[in-house]
């Protein structure tokens, strides 16, 4: 087990070196000066802003040795600043982890529980009515974009129905506005967000448990007279489950990434409209920062996924 | 994509299966504002270039110049009125804008309209904008030159204190003067406005309220500099004590006090009790008890949260959302405003081909502006811009108009063939051979458009060869400036925005100023007069010279006449095109009164909403 989790640990560093390396790399080959991502064009360029600026940011330096001064502030926490406005990278992620974290915890929740009874169901009751309207289901999932669901939920539920009071954008935190109001701001874009990833669990769960279905041990359950829901939920979902935890795993972190549209459509203090400014602006601090840190949580949540896997499947814990 | 043409699609994703669905936002947005700052440099121009076919006679029919005064049919403008009506106190609006303020630092950081409308709830300026175009009192009660516009005293009024308590008067101007001369955003406008910023003595307290700005040089419409964002009045011992910390607890004299800033999502302010101002029945302002700031920057649903009642104020400077909310009218008052500001593009006038008048002229004579102004989502709403003012402009020049090279392609063609079949061509390219040129916007879909229709025409002439690139906005900004020592930038034809509804010194001054030492030099200027951001590096003495006696009086005929040599200087010269003045908006539930009536002390009226700038201090609900 130790070697395992050592394994992993190494995985997890050899990968947040790579990515915060590349980052780095790529946004210091950007065409134009970097001083003119730091001052605004209007500001004065005198010699003494410029070699003060240069000092800074080291940025007379290779950018091996630049990458070696972020990397010796990133290991103790201090991912830099923002260019604009001056903010602790840190402290802007700190404030947006709960945003978009909430909304992929949310999106996979709500994914789950409607792919699981679906995909079970479907390959249950592979080739029937209720397969066919899952399989449908399916297809409108995987075709439409999430922007584009989100649009119209905004459309369908505030303007024109004004279902719950829901609201059509932004956010309200926990610790401002209550649980309740929270989740009134966190449900509609949690759907748009859901709705690929539901799609996707729920064939990738349906082909599973046709196969697992067919297993000798499935029928013998059955020639044992056990009942078909107690077959479903005790021998077929486990094995069954195997891609589908995985494929949760890289999921999560497609989401957590993947964010950016919706948060743009609703107006979301996430990580990924901050990201998106971050590079529009050229704030290469927050660029750099926000990608390292969805590098880590990404590798993270996929080694937690591993350590589930070897939970659920003892062939895996004994190898 | 319009809104109904959106809502049809999302019908029928609900009423059947839809195989796929790849809409887009709306494509009929504005362009981005790509930046407020706009420098005009000439290198040497019309290096051995002909005069284009453009010396029309006077007698060309005068049909089709737009006459002072007239407003594209679609152009809506929100009458600017004053109000028997007394405000009512209570309630909150808020206020859907297009994105966050970078920061509440005036001095420091960079603020454009959605970020004009929160740093005026929380500072007060100096002088304020009248409706008439002239400058009124604000912060400072009153103000006066001497005779020859070098030095302005100010009057601050009296028993104006900060948020924190701290009494405003001419001892904080010698304690903001320190912090604006460094300032990245203050500074630059006190030079331009002839400040020389490293004079400890340009600002200074002469008696307890009363300050004077020592000049180098004559302006006459100083005042203006002091009604624009980078010089709000914040208090300097706050700033100077919270650093960074400033933009998220800002402090200064304003109608609203930050109470919670939410970055990216919202800013709550509250009702400044202590408020200076009192309306005309002698009622405290402000009326509204909060103002909440959302950035939302989706078009869309920045006014599906309007309809929706999640927001009850929403602005947008794009078209496509203006012409959505005029028919999603029901309930909702629209503030419109169409002004100066106009959209299009710059030549790099030091740098082949466009160094050659022929090639700027050609090119801008094969510009369809309506054409442009049709992908931009324009068409009716906005007229095809030939200056930097609109035609309701008090400035703008009916001459200066019939002189800006019009659409005509075959004369475009002719123009730049002469260009072409020069042996002497800037591009050193064999004669005969097409031109190179990159044409550069940011990756805004309206912009593409646009710029798709530029290319498109510019191709068809078989003359010219373009290479569209997108970039982000830094990265545009950044191209243009380029890098000392020369600031000369890695641009060609790129998509840019002109003049605001300010005095004319305010951008023109600042920008038409050699753009690096040597071309100071060259035109016998102290090499320290250089500014990076004249963009399109095209510098004329006689322009400057214009300029500068355009601030050495205060006769409007005069400076109207000395304007009017610059845009026809333009005319001329062509360093940049246009396409379409730019409509903007605000609009509010119905029950959200006073954007268009607000006045200033001394009782008269305000400018309105200008570039979807809102001043909400003499806002109240009419429920």
């Known amino acids: 087990m130790l070697k395992v989790l050592l394994a992993r640990l190494g995985r997890l560093i050899v990968t947040l070196l790579a990515v915060s390396f590349l980052t780095f790399a790529l946004g210091a080959s950007l065409p134009g000066d970097p001083i003119n991502s730091i001052l605004p064009p209007e500001s004065p360029r005198d010699a003494a802003t410029i070699s003060r600026l240069t000092d800074e940011f080291n940025l007379d330096q290779p950018v091996l040795v630049r990458y070696g001064y972020w990397l010796k502030d990133a290991v103790r926490g201090d991912l830099g600043f923002s260019y604009i406005g001056g903010q602790p990278v840190g402290d802007i992620i700190k404030d947006r982890v709960p945003v978009t974290g909430e909304l992929a915890i949310l999106a996979t929740l709500i994914a789950i529980s409607v792919a699981v009874p679906f995909g079970i169901i479907g390959g249950y009751k592979e080739g029937q009515g209720v397969d066919k309207i899952s399989s449908a289901g399916v297809q409108i999932g995987l075709s439409v974009p999430s922007f584009i669901a989100g649009i119209f939920l905004i459309w369908l539920l505030t303007v024109k129905t004004g279902f719950l009071g829901l609201p059509s954008t932004g956010w309200n935190r926990i610790s401002d506005k209550g649980i309740w109001a929270n989740l009134k701001s966190a449900i509609l874009p949690a759907v748009a967000l859901s709705l690929s990833p539901m799609a996707f669990y729920t064939r990738l769960l349906r082909s599973d448990m046709i196969g697992t279905l067919k297993e000798d041990y499935v029928l013998s359950a059955r020639a044992k007279g056990l009942s078909s829901s107690y077959i479903l939920g005790r021998h077929a979902l486990r094995p069954s489950s195997l891609s589908l935890i995985t494929i949760i795993g890289i999921q999560i972190g497609i989401l957590l990434g993947g964010t950016v549209v919706i948060e743009q459509i609703f107006a979301l203090p996430g990580l990924g409209s901050r990201l998106l400014k971050g590079i529009n602006d050229r704030d290469l601090q927050i660029v750099q920062g926000i990608v390292v840190f969805i590098a880590f949580v990404y590798v993270l949540v996929n080694t937690l996924v591993d350590f589930i896997y070897m939970a659920i499947d003892p062939r895996i814990r004994k190898r | 994509?319009?809104?109904?043409?959106?809502?049809?699609?999302?019908?029928?994703?609900?009423?059947?299966?839809?195989?796929?669905?790849?809409?887009?936002?709306?494509?009929?947005?504005?362009?981005?504002?790509?930046?407020?700052?706009?420098?005009?440099?000439?290198?040497?121009?019309?290096?051995?270039?002909?005069?284009?076919?453009?010396?029309?006679?006077?007698?060309?029919?005068?049909?089709?110049?737009?006459?002072?005064?007239?407003?594209?049919?679609?152009?809506?403008?929100?009458?600017?009125?004053?109000?028997?009506?007394?405000?009512?106190?209570?309630?909150?609006?808020?206020?859907?804008?297009?994105?966050?303020?970078?920061?509440?630092?005036?001095?420091e950081d960079a603020c454009s309209s959605p970020c004009i409308n929160m740093a005026t709830s929380v500072f007060d300026k100096m002088v304020e904008f009248r409706s008439d175009g002239t400058y009124g009192p604000w912060l400072a009660e009153e103000f006066s030159s001497n005779d020859d516009f070098t030095v302005w005293t100010f009057k601050i009024r009296e028993g104006v204190t900060f948020h924190n308590g701290e009494p405003l008067n001419a001892a904080t101007m010698d304690a903001i003067y320190p912090i604006w001369q460094t300032g990245a955003q203050s500074a630059g406008p006190l030079g331009s406005a002839g400040m020389d910023v490293e004079d400890p003595t340009a600002?200074?307290?002469?008696?307890?309220?009363?300050?004077?700005?020592?000049?180098?040089?004559?302006?006459?419409?100083?005042?203006?500099?002091?009604?624009?964002?980078?010089?709000?009045?914040?208090?300097?011992?706050?700033?100077?004590?919270?650093?960074?910390?400033?933009?998220?607890?800002?402090?200064?004299?304003?109608?609203?006090?930050?109470?919670?800033?939410?970055?990216?999502?919202?800013?709550?302010?509250?009702?400044?009790?202590?408020?200076?101002?009192?309306?005309?029945?002698?009622?405290?302002?402000?009326?509204?008890?909060?103002?909440?700031?959302?950035?939302?920057?989706?078009?869309?649903?920045?006014?599906?949260?309007?309809?929706?009642?999640?927001?009850?104020?929403?602005?947008?400077?794009?078209?496509?959302?203006?012409?959505?909310?005029?028919?999603?009218?029901?309930?909702?008052?629209?503030?419109?405003?169409?002004?100066?500001?106009?959209?299009?593009?710059?030549?790099?006038?030091?740098?082949?081909?466009?160094?050659?008048?022929?090639?700027?002229?050609?090119?801008?004579?094969?510009?369809?502006?309506?054409?442009?102004?049709?992908?931009?989502?324009?068409?009716?709403?906005?007229?095809?811009?030939?200056?930097?003012?609109?035609?309701?402009?008090?400035?703008?020049?009916?001459?200066?108009?019939?002189?800006?090279?019009?659409?005509?392609?075959?004369?475009?063609?002719?123009?730049?063939?002469?260009?072409?079949?020069?042996?002497?061509?800037?591009?050193?390219?064999?004669?005969?051979?097409?031109?190179e040129i990159e044409l550069s916007c940011p990756p805004d879909p309206t912009l593409i458009a646009a710029m798709q229709v530029l290319e498109q025409l510019w191709s068809s002439s078989g003359l010219v060869d373009v290479n569209l690139t997108n970039y982000d906005q830094q990265t545009h900004i950044n191209y243009a400036l380029g890098a000392p020592p020369d600031w000369l930038g890695e641009h060609g034809a790129h998509c840019w925005r002109w003049s605001s509804d300010n005095d004319p010194s305010t951008e023109l001054n600042r920008q038409l100023v050699p753009y690096n030492a040597e071309n100071a030099v060259a035109n016998g200027l102290p090499e320290t007069l250089v500014s990076p951001t004249n963009f399109n590096n095209y510098f004329d003495p006689e322009v400057l010279g214009a300029l500068n006696a355009a601030i050495a009086t205060d006769n409007f005929e005069e400076r109207y006449a000395l304007y009017e040599t610059?845009?026809?200087?333009?005319?001329?010269?062509?360093?940049?095109?246009?396409?379409?003045?730019?409509?903007?908006?605000?609009?509010?539930?119905?029950?959200?009164?006073?954007?268009?009536?607000?006045?200033?002390?001394?009782?008269?009226?305000?400018?309105?909403?200008?570039?979807?700038?809102?001043?909400?201090?003499?806002?109240?609900?009419?429920?």
């Open chain 2, 203 to 435: 600002i200074q307290s002469i008696s307890e309220y009363e300050f004077t700005v020592t000049l180098t040089r004559s302006n006459s419409a100083l005042p203006a500099i002091f009604e624009r964002p980078q010089l709000l009045i914040f208090e300097p011992g706050a700033a100077m004590d919270m650093a960074e910390g400033f933009s998220n607890t800002p402090v200064g004299t304003g109608a609203f006090e930050v109470e919670t800033r939410d970055l990216d999502n919202e800013t709550v302010m509250v009702r400044n009790e202590n408020w200076w101002m009192s309306d005309a029945e002698g009622n405290q302002l402000p009326y509204l008890d909060s103002l909440i700031f959302r950035p939302i920057p989706d078009e869309g649903t920045r006014l599906d949260s309007l309809l929706s009642g999640t927001v009850n104020a929403m602005q947008t400077l794009r078209q496509g959302t203006i012409r959505d909310a005029r028919d999603s009218a029901d309930g909702l008052t629209l503030y419109e405003f169409q002004g100066n500001n106009v959209g299009g593009g710059m030549f790099n006038v030091a740098v082949p081909p466009y160094d050659d008048v022929r090639v700027r002229r050609g090119l801008t004579q094969m510009n369809n502006q309506e054409a442009v102004i049709g992908a931009l989502g324009g068409t009716g709403i906005s007229l095809p811009g030939t200056q930097w003012f609109s035609p309701d402009s008090v400035w703008y020049s009916e001459k200066a108009a019939a002189a800006w090279p019009q659409f005509d392609f075959a004369a475009g063609q002719e123009t730049l063939q002469g260009y072409i079949d020069d042996p002497a061509r800037s591009d050193g390219k064999a004669a005969g051979e097409a031109i």
């Open chain 2, 1 to 107: 994509m319009s809104k109904r043409w959106r809502n049809s699609l999302a019908l029928l994703l609900a009423l059947a299966l839809v195989a796929t669905a790849c809409g887009g936002s709306d494509g009929d947005s504005e362009p981005a504002d790509e930046s407020d700052n706009v420098e005009v440099e000439s290198g040497d121009t019309d290096d051995g270039g002909n005069d284009a076919p453009e010396d029309e006679p006077e007698d060309e029919p005068e049909d089709d110049v737009v006459a002072a005064g007239t407003e594209a049919e679609g152009d809506e403008d929100t009458e600017v009125v004053a109000t028997e009506e007394v405000g009512r106190y209570g309630g909150t609006v808020t206020y859907g804008i297009e994105a966050e303020a970078t920061g509440l630092r005036p001095w």
């Open chain 2, 566 to 623: 610059v845009m026809l200087a333009f005319a001329e010269d062509v360093p940049l095109w246009y396409s379409g003045h730019t409509a903007t908006l605000i609009a509010t539930e119905d029950s959200v009164v006073g954007l268009n009536s607000w006045e200033l002390p001394d009782g008269t009226l305000g400018v309105g909403h200008p570039a979807a700038e809102g001043r909400w201090n003499q806002v109240y609900l009419d429920e």
